[in-house]
C-alpha cells in the first residue's frame, strides 16, 4: 500500500469529508434536542415562569443550527455561526 500525495486527495474528497462532518455535527445536534424535550416534558407544570420559554428557545436554536449544517449557501455551514435565533 502506498502512501497518499497532495495531488491524491481531491477537492471532491475534500468536500464529501466536510459534508460527512457536518451530517455527523446535525445529527448530534438533532440528538441533543430529542434528549432535552424528553427530559423537559415532565417538568413544564411545575417550573417557574422563564423555564419552559428558555427551554423551548434551546431548543430552536439547536435545531437551527442544525439546519445551517446542510444549508447550500455560503455562511450555512460550519462557519455560519452567529447566525439564526436570537433570545429576543
Do not use: C, F, H
Not at 464529501?16 to 432535552?36: E, F, P, V, W, Y
Not at 416534558?41 to 439547536?62: C, F, H, K, M, N
Amino acid at each position: 500500500m502506498s502512501a497518499l500525495r497532495p495531488g491524491d486527495i481531491t477537492d471532491e474528497m475534500i468536500q464529501a469529508m466536510d459534508a460527512a462532518k457536518r451530517q455527523g455535527l446535525q445529527k448530534d445536534l438533532r440528538t441533543l434536542a430529542a434528549n432535552i424535550r424528553a427530559d423537559a416534558e415532565g417538568r413544564y407544570d411545575s417550573a417557574e415562569p422563564g423555564w419552559r420559554a428558555g427551554v423551548e428557545w434551546t431548543l430552536l436554536w439547536i435545531e437551527n443550527t442544525a439546519a445551517q449544517l446542510t444549508e447550500g449557501t455560503p455562511g450555512g455551514g460550519a462557519g455560519g455561526r452567529g447566525q439564526g435565533v436570537s433570545p429576543e
